[in-house]
């Protein structure tokens, strides 16, 4: 056994390793299940919740160095429960993996951490809020989420970064209530898509001074996908008009899409499957797999029709579960800057 | 149909086909059991050397060898430090004692736990929570008793003896929740802050007297030269047997030749048929070599166990590439017995007389040029045993002298029976020798391979009782406490060390410390200074006064081992540990110990090393009073089983360590011996049926049949006498080779040869045992013959 298979199979479920992602759309026994009526709430839902299968605290930012280049970070960190609850020491049934990324239009660094819970080796802390794994960290330096230092390392590449809130936390869908199949699949999900970012990003050339925008997702769930459903496009866009479009689609035996959009001041308005349409138009070849890096992504009651284009359509990340995660160029009816997650090709 | 006239000579002399396949068969079944052996051991190596058991990666350890606190393995971890925790330990489960190992998958190296091609063995749910997943070597029944255990499941690759699991079921099962020692990955991120400032933990490189495939190799190569000798024995009985058979049908080929049979289709057809008996022999072979590998394998795992430690598995794999090259082994040594032959059949000229005639019949001249290369080959022995140093050195002076030995032998037995033939008189002496000479160049393959059992035989067991009766020596010098106590800790120790005092004659603590002595692993001994040791510790060589300088902390003594290793004598430094280096002031012999040691002052030890274990302690006593003194031990102090232990117990576990190692050597032994006495048969069988005419006229001229059996009974047994006579110098010199070259390469120490004449009388016995029996046979043909057939030599006289 490789550790890589062995990961896949913790936190895509077992029957799933040649699916990938789909893995999520299994039974989840025992598992807390999202509940439409749980109102999310501070700082304890910053925290872990052990009794859902999964969870993950995932942060993108879009850079600009002055070097003039664009780049990209991604910190990730993941729970996965093997069963419910926590246990002591060793014990603990509690999976930690974390993924970070740098990308750049020609490189795309990634490394890829694990750890299990009990012991101190990764975790959450709600209050003063910090998540970590090994040396990787993301810490709050004042109250709840608003100022934050992110840091990780990898063989080839460091960044250290600062975070600053300018807007408030976003719940997505239905109160923090995130619908992910037309058979009610769903995540408490919010967003705080307001970071104003400034820091280092070291690279194997050297350091580089970077400032731009930063993107957090919280979500937990316990079976997040539908059984016939093989993955998902995320898009988290950022628009120069300073609204904000978070949008997936959820491919299954029918696309099931999602959006939510975001006033300047935060309001988020919630659409339901169909609003959001999503037409790959460019795909490229990576390890053998036909991935769409360039997306016309439309949502026309906001009058919303752009394309985006990825800035390194190599981001792949070659991690236990490879998924495509990466910095894109938005063009069109609205412009800016965003990130784009792609699973389960 | 050329063919079918061929093989219809396998059908009038079955006998005949069934010697040749089984000398064939033999051969290829010793050798390809032996190479069996050394694959599976190889195989076990890789996988111990694959496992992170083998430490292959460097590690990070307490100082004094106590778990990690589980506080300085996050401290690594969150200062960016890729290390990877293991609990091991040992467990006792049911009867069996395992070495237990957790890992935790998701922080260590690559490639550590087992993996079927593409596939997951692992429930990833099951290995990581719960009662958790363990994987053990196939075959083994775990029996479980009360304690929660993980689900054993049987994954080929593990080591034998050891329990692979998660963390977590090792924390539990050893009741131990800091981790053993830390892996450190091979690769580590850029920039991290250096490992000292982080931890105060040791680091440590991987130890080198885990390198097994190295230190077992002369071992592997010990067996190699015994399966390469029987199977040359083993040849040479085919050779006999397809020498004979082509010899006896002469009269067929010639009129195979003569009807109009091309040259070349009955040279083809003669390959075919030694090819088609050479397949089927060494399929029967490799099928034998199989069962001799299985047979054979627990005694040489024992032996690679007790002498290096290294585990390997009781099982044997059937490798399909193992069989392969056994069969191709067969089919090259019967082509190669068949060259001589059917270059004979291909240069005979096509009206030759078919008459048989005595086959490979040695000229003088012949004879010179065995002597010659005899004297060439035992020039090659002396010079890389003069010059050698390394094994392979070693192993050729023993190649050459055997071979060279063999060679010859037929010389000499001529040589000693024509000066008997001077000595005798009376037609009937006379006759025997003359006779026996002439049938010399018939039997002197089996006398040569005789030769080499023998002497290997002689040559391996007086190495061994040497090795057997200087280790008996050693034990009882090194052993002469009257008790061994082994505490539950220093403390405990010393506090049965003050109750003891008062009541016997000396408490001596046995102190050690790990440690590196001149670079490499080893133990630091610390000795009082007591009379015990002046007395009776093994020197080999010491300075004067060595013991009170030892006492006065001035000096250092070292185990042989260590000073042939590094080249360390008397006067010379050695580093002992960090800050410590003496001069040696003596060697000691030190058997059965791949590392090296050192002796220093018992309180020199407590003052410059960390964690010096004192666990254990010898007690001098009046040996009446043992059990008075056992009893108040166990009454007084909580002690396990086997805590206590007398000197006629340590010494029997010792002995009976040393006897497992060399099992496997008398095994192969007597394999050896056995196949020679086939040899044996097998020539004196075909000679039998060759020899009427040569008897028939002694028959007519009034010698009874019976009288005829037992001169042909006598003179075989003469003959192996001659032989025994011959294998004996030639035995002793290879055991020299092997105590004074191969032992001090292999095991690094020299033994003191012995001399043990009651087994050359016992091999002789079983050489006469053995060639008796295969003179008994022909000889009892020869006895109920029917006269009529003795007369049909006369008229059959061609």
């Known amino acids: ?345 | 149909m050329a063919l079918l006239t061929l093989l219809s000579h396998w059908r009038r002399h079955p006998g005949q086909l069934v010697t040749l396949m089984l000398g064939l068969a033999l051969a290829t079944a010793l050798w390809s059991g032996v190479q069996a052996i050394n694959e599976e051991a190889r195989q076990s190596y890789a996988r111990a050397a694959a496992s992170v058991t083998a430490q292959s990666y460097d590690r990070l350890v307490t100082p004094d060898g106590q778990p990690v606190p589980m506080a300085d393995y996050i401290a690594l971890r969150r200062a960016g430090w890729l290390v990877s925790p293991v609990i091991g330990g040992h467990v006792q489960i049911g009867a069996e004692r395992w070495r237990l190992l957790g890992i935790d998958p998701l922080t260590a190296p690559q490639g550590i736990l087992p993996q079927a091609a593409g596939e997951s063995l692992v429930d990833p749910t099951a290995f990581l929570t719960g009662p958790g997943q363990a994987f053990v070597t196939p075959g083994v029944n775990i029996v479980s008793d009360q304690r929660e255990m993980p689900n054993f499941v049987p994954v080929e690759g593990i080591a034998p003896g050891l329990i692979l699991t998660d963390l977590s079921v090792a924390a539990r099962l050893l009741d131990q929740q800091d981790p053993s020692f830390l892996t450190i990955l091979p690769d580590q991120p850029a920039g991290l802050p250096a490992l000292a400032e982080v931890t105060s933990l040791t680091r440590q490189q991987p130890s080198e007297d885990r390198d097994l495939s190295r230190l077992t190799q002369s071992f592997h190569l010990n067996l190699t030269a015994f399966g390469f000798l029987s199977f040359a024995v083993g040849l040479f009985i085919v050779h006999s047997t397809i020498g004979l058979a082509f010899e006896q049908r002469r009269p067929v080929f010639r009129t195979l030749r003569a009807l109009g049979l091309p040259l070349g289709r009955l040279v083809g057809a003669l390959m075919v048929e030694v090819t088609g008996i050479a397949l089927i022999a060494g399929s029967v072979g490799v099928f034998l070599g199989y069962f001799v590998a299985a047979a054979l394998l627990p005694d040489v795992a024992g032996t690679l166990r007790s002498l290096y430690g290294a585990d390997i598995g009781g099982s044997l794999a059937f490798r399909p590439l193992w069989a392969g090259v056994g069969l191709l082994i067969a089919m090259l040594g019967a082509w190669l017995s068949a060259a001589q032959a059917v270059w004979k059949v291909a240069r005979m000229p096509l009206l030759a007389p078919a008459q048989p005639r005595a086959w490979a019949m040695a000229s003088a001249k012949g004879r010179r040029w065995q002597v010659a290369g005899a004297l060439a080959l035992f020039g090659t022995s002396g010079v890389a045993g003069a010059t050698g140093g390394s094994l392979i050195a070693g192993f050729l002076c023993l190649g050459a002298l055997l071979l060279g030995a063999a060679l010859m032998l037929p010389p000499v037995v001529s040589l000693i029976l024509a000066g008997l033939s001077r000595m005798v008189r009376g037609a009937l002496p006379e006759w025997i020798l003359a006779d026996t000479r002439q049938q010399l160049p018939g039997l002197s393959l089996a006398l040569m391979a005789l030769l080499l059992a023998l002497s290997a035989n002689v040559g391996v067991s007086t190495m061994v009782g040497s090795f057997r009766q200087t280790f008996l020596g050693w034990l009882n010098q090194r052993l002469v406490s009257e008790l061994y106590v082994t505490a539950a800790s220093n403390g405990q120790a010393e506090e049965i060390r003050a109750m003891l005092a008062p009541m016997v004659d000396a408490t001596l603590p046995i102190a050690y410390a790990e440690s590196r002595i001149a670079g490499a692993p080893g133990r630091v001994y610390g000795v009082a200074d007591h009379a015990t040791y002046r007395e009776y510790w093994p020197m080999i060589v010491s300075v004067p006064h060595v013991w009170d300088a030892l006492a006065a902390g001035q000096v250092a003594l070292i185990n042989e081992q260590l000073s042939l290793r590094e080249g360390l004598s008397p006067g010379d430094p050695v580093r002992l540990t960090n800050g410590l280096t003496l001069p040696v002031g003596g060697v000691y012999s030190d058997y059965g110990n791949p590392t090296g040691q050192a002796m220093i002052a018992l309180s020199l030890l407590r003052d410059r090393f960390d964690d010096v274990q004192e666990q254990r302690t010898a007690i001098r006593i009046d040996p009446e009073r043992r059990g008075a003194v056992i009893a108040t031990l166990q009454d007084r102090f909580d002690l396990p089983d086997g805590a206590v232990v007398d000197q006629e117990r340590v010494k029997q576990a010792s002995i009976d360590v040393f006897d497992q190692t060399f099992r496997v050597t008398g095994a192969l032994n007597v394999l050896t011996l056995a196949v020679a006495g086939f040899a044996l048969l097998a020539s004196l069988m075909t000679l039998a049926t060759m020899r009427l005419p040569q008897v028939a006229p002694l028959w007519a001229l009034g010698q009874t049949r019976a009288r005829l059996a037992w001169i042909e009974l006598g003179r075989s047994l003469g003959l192996v006498l001659i032989t025994w006579a011959v294998a004996l110098p030639v035995g002793l010199a290879l055991a020299w080779v092997l105590l004074a070259v191969v032992n001090v390469v292999a095991f690094g120490w020299r033994l003191p040869m012995m001399l043990f004449p009651l087994d050359w009388v016992r091999l002789l016995g079983l050489a006469v045992l053995s060639s008796a029996l295969a003179a008994a046979y022909p000889a009892l043909g020869l006895l109920r013959m029917p006269p009529a057939h003795l007369l049909k030599v006369f008229s059959n006289e061609r």
Request: proline share 6%; charged share 15%; net charge negative.
């Open chain 1, 1 to 345: 056994m490789n550790v890589r298979v062995l990961l896949l199979a913790i936190f895509w479920a077992n029957q799933a390793l040649t699916q990938g992602f789909s893995g999520l759309g299994t039974e989840a026994e025992g598992f807390a299940m999202p509940d439409p009526q749980h109102v999310i709430s501070f700082p304890q839902d910053h925290g872990a919740h052990p009794d859902f299968r999964i969870e993950w605290w995932y942060l993108t930012a879009t850079l600009e160095g002055d070097d003039g280049a664009q780049y990209g970070v991604q910190w990730t960190l993941f729970r996965s429960a093997m069963r419910p609850g926590e246990g002591e020491g060793w014990q603990s049934p509690q999976v930690w993996m974390g993924h970070a990324a740098v990308t750049s239009a020609e490189e795309h660094h990634v490394a890829e951490r694990l750890a299990r819970g009990g012991i101190g080796q990764a975790g959450v802390i709600s209050t003063p809020f910090e998540t970590f794994i090994d040396d990787w960290q993301m810490l709050a330096t004042g109250a709840g989420l608003e100022d934050m230092t992110v840091r990780a390392r990898g063989a080839d590449f460091a960044y250290d970064l600062a975070l600053h809130a300018t807007g408030p936390i976003v719940l997505q869908g239905d109160r923090g209530y995130s619908v992910k199949s037309p058979g009610g699949q769903a995540s408490h999900y919010f967003s705080q898509p307001f970071y104003e970012v400034s820091g280092v990003v070291t690279l194997p050339d050297g350091p580089v001074a970077v400032t731009g925008q930063g993107w957090l997702d919280r979500e937990w769930s316990s079976q997040p996908l539908a059984e016939d459903q093989s993955g998902w496009d995320w898009f988290s866009l950022s628009f120069d008009t300073g609204a904000r479009l978070m949008g997936f689609g959820l491919r299954g035996a029918a696309l099931f899409t999602s959006a939510t959009w975001i006033a300047p001041d935060g309001t988020p308005t919630p659409y339901g499957d169909g609003a959001l349409q999503l037409t790959p138009l460019n795909h490229v070849e990576i390890e053998g797999r036909e991935v769409p890096t360039e997306w016309r992504v439309a949502l026309p009651v906001r009058g919303v029709d752009v394309t985006v284009e990825a800035l390194n359509p190599q981001a792949w990340m070659g991690v236990s579960f490879p998924y495509w995660e990466g910095p894109i160029s938005i063009a069109g009816s609205h412009t800016g800057r965003g990130y784009l997650e792609m699973t389960g090709y």
